[in-house]
């Protein structure tokens, strides 16, 4: 499935009067967007020199860069959540939240990372997936009576719902998330 996250108008690269545009003219600034890359066909030199029939019969140069939109993969992304943000981000949450609670230090924890990432994926819109960092935020985990890391909890309408200790299986979340969508 793919969503448009955002959309932007880019204005043409040239005139319709002159058939060379002007530096101004060619030089389009992209907002910073994660998963949005610049891919080079020919160098600019190059392309300059390569022109096709324009429009209007006219000759332009062809494009030196194409935009190539990666974020298919990189859409979303698993957030740390702090002491700041716990309420707003996990209690007031709309849908169902699944938050892990990890350590740098963690060999587990490395372990099952990437399956939370890929659960935050397939699961887009329908669940919010967040990290806690439990050195960083001891007074969640304290709140929550973590002793033992990874631990994942899924939160419903601000209460906690389910836990899952240690690095398991994707389908061991999968069932557990399941349960409360």
């Not at 030089?27 to 209007?56: I, M, Q």
């Not at 062809?62 to 993969?73: F, I, K, M, T």
């Not at 699944?98 to 350590?103: M, P, Q, S």
């Amino acid at each position: 499935m793919a969503t448009i996250v955002d959309s932007i108008a880019i204005p043409r690269s040239h005139s319709s009067v002159s058939p060379i545009p002007s530096r101004a003219d060619t030089v389009v600034r992209l907002p910073l967007a994660r998963g949005l890359r610049l891919r080079s066909s020919p160098s600019l030199a190059s392309s300059l020199r390569a022109f096709t029939r324009g429009p209007y019969g006219g000759s332009v140069p062809r494009r030196g860069y194409s935009v190539v939109c990666e974020a298919q993969d990189t859409a979303v992304e698993v957030a740390a959540v702090t002491d700041a943000t716990w309420q707003s981000l996990v209690l007031d949450a709309e849908l169902p939240v699944l938050v892990e609670f990890w350590a740098p230090w963690c060999g587990p924890c490395r372990m099952i990372t990437p399956v939370i990432d890929e659960l935050a994926k397939e699961y887009a819109g329908k669940l919010k997936c967040y990290k806690v960092n439990t050195d960083e935020s001891p007074s969640i985990a304290t709140q929550y009576g973590i002793r033992s890391i990874p631990t994942v909890i899924i939160f419903k309408s601000g209460e906690k719902k389910d836990a899952v200790i240690g690095a398991v299986p994707k389908s061991t979340l999968t069932n557990s998330i399941e349960k409360f969508l």
